[in-house]
């Protein structure tokens, strides 16, 4: 099972851009999907972007299509969420996680089909 750590959270004003970075210790033989998922207090962990890492395909939520970019940097092993724009609605626990195999596109956003998890990285966003 692959181990993750994230980097990158901190604190920012609105407007602000932060970059996150998840690295997988090993990308085994099958695994498809790095996601980035994030929990405000009190709320649901939500799914925010993802990437299909063999063939780079990008997925998003539409709550952050046009402010966040997913990326990936395979020689490093890691994964790359580009904040920009960033307000107060996004201050909450940053994850990612990984998948092995093939899943739905309409299930690549769902905290239930991932496997593994990294510890998090809080980002808090003023106004």
């Known amino acids: 099972q692959a181990q993750l750590v994230e980097s990158g959270g901190g604190s920012v004003q609105a407007g602000g851009s932060l970059r996150l970075s998840c690295t997988v210790s090993r990308y085994t033989y099958n695994l498809a999907y790095v996601a980035w998922f994030r929990q405000a207090p009190g709320k649901e962990r939500e799914g925010v972007a993802a990437v299909y890492i063999r063939d780079g395909t990008p997925y998003y939520h539409d709550s952050v299509k046009g402010r966040f970019t997913i990326s990936q940097d395979n020689p490093r092993n890691t994964v790359y969420l580009q904040m920009n724009s960033l307000g107060p609605e996004d201050t909450a626990m940053y994850y990612c996680?990984?998948?092995?195999?093939?899943?739905?596109?309409?299930?690549?956003?769902?905290?239930?089909?991932?496997?593994?998890w990294g510890h998090g990285t809080q980002v808090t966003v003023s106004s």
């Open positions: 996680a990984t998948f092995a195999g093939w899943m739905s596109p309409s299930r690549v956003l769902s905290t239930n089909e991932y496997t593994s």
